[in-house]
């Protein structure tokens, strides 16, 4: 049995292909989609209908975990009182708002109601796997190498699940943790599909396979022509839609996490998202505080 597990496609169909046509090169005989097919770029549309559509592809079938921005988009068009009230009249929000009216339109935007927050992977003589796209009950709890190893153990379950494997913080990630009884625990991440944070902007997924001796996991990289995507963040109307889709399009561009640690900034210093601190921000933090050069992809 071999699975391919990708997500944070983020909006981005040509990432996506090329992980797809990745995939079937090696033999994936089924998908998991571990979260945020949508939102950041501007093909949240097309990358969602390519998904549900990809059955018949895979022998095993596909299978979703719920990301933390497949559900912030129904949240968001139902003005829901989970999120912050002021959030719906900050301009900073735009490109949030067109995704969603874009996945409204295409009658994609409840897609993702029944997605479960995790899904657990069974093999004859082999550990449970546990997949999920931050952890079973928080979404945007990333897993990584630098987990807390108490954490680990909680979620194995005390040594029921021998493989953890997470998404969300958009790089990849393999540490193994021993649990206290002696039994160890691998520790997967994904990666990003559609939009790294590691300074490599190629596409990431996973390859996992099960053998008679054990889940055998393999960290791809995948590399595709970015000029389509970052032409479509113009053509589509979604740069227009303010600042947070020009930091989505440059972290595109960098393959460096920029949104996140600009939000934590303007945060801390109890400031607006506006052009004005943004610019500020990148002057104060010069681009290599986010990661090594950017390769070539």
Do not use: C
Request: overall charge negative.
């Amino acid at each position: 049995m071999r699975l391919a597990v990708l997500a944070d496609i983020h909006g981005n169909a040509d990432a996506l292909r090329a992980v797809l046509h990745d995939a079937r090169a090696q033999g994936a005989e089924g998908l998991i989609v571990n979260g945020d097919v949508v939102n950041r770029g501007p093909d949240s549309v097309e990358a969602l209908e390519t998904l549900l559509n990809l059955p018949a592809s895979f022998p095993l079938g596909v299978r979703f975990t719920l990301g933390n921005h497949d559900d912030l988009l129904r949240l968001w068009q139902a003005r829901s009182g989970l999120l912050p009230a002021d959030w719906f009249t900050d301009p900073f929000w735009g490109a949030t708002a067109w995704s969603a009216e874009q996945l409204e339109r295409a009658g994609l935007l409840h897609a993702p109601a029944d997605w479960p927050m995790s899904l657990t992977l069974s093999a004859p003589g082999l550990p449970d796997v546990l997949i999920s796209h931050g952890t079973p009950t928080e979404y945007r709890e990333g897993i990584s190498e630098r987990t807390a190893p108490e954490r680990v153990t909680e979620l194995a379950e005390s040594g029921r699940f021998g493989l953890l494997i997470g998404s969300h913080i958009h790089r990849p990630a393999d540490a193994i943790f021993k649990l206290a009884g002696g039994q160890s625990v691998r520790v997967l991440n994904t990666g990003a599909v559609g939009a790294p944070a590691d300074g490599d902007p190629r596409a990431a997924y996973l390859l996992l396979t099960a053998t008679p001796h054990g889940w055998q996991a393999e960290l791809r990289r995948v590399s595709y022509d970015r000029a389509g995507i970052l032409h479509r963040f113009e053509s589509s109307g979604l740069l227009d839609m303010g600042l947070s889709a020009e930091i989505f399009r440059d972290e595109l561009v960098t393959a460096r996490s920029l949104y996140t640690p600009y939000w934590i900034w303007t945060e801390t210093q109890q400031l607006p998202r506006t052009a004005a601190t943004w610019a500020e921000f990148l002057r104060q933090h010069p681009a290599d505080r986010f990661g090594p050069s950017v390769p070539k992809a």
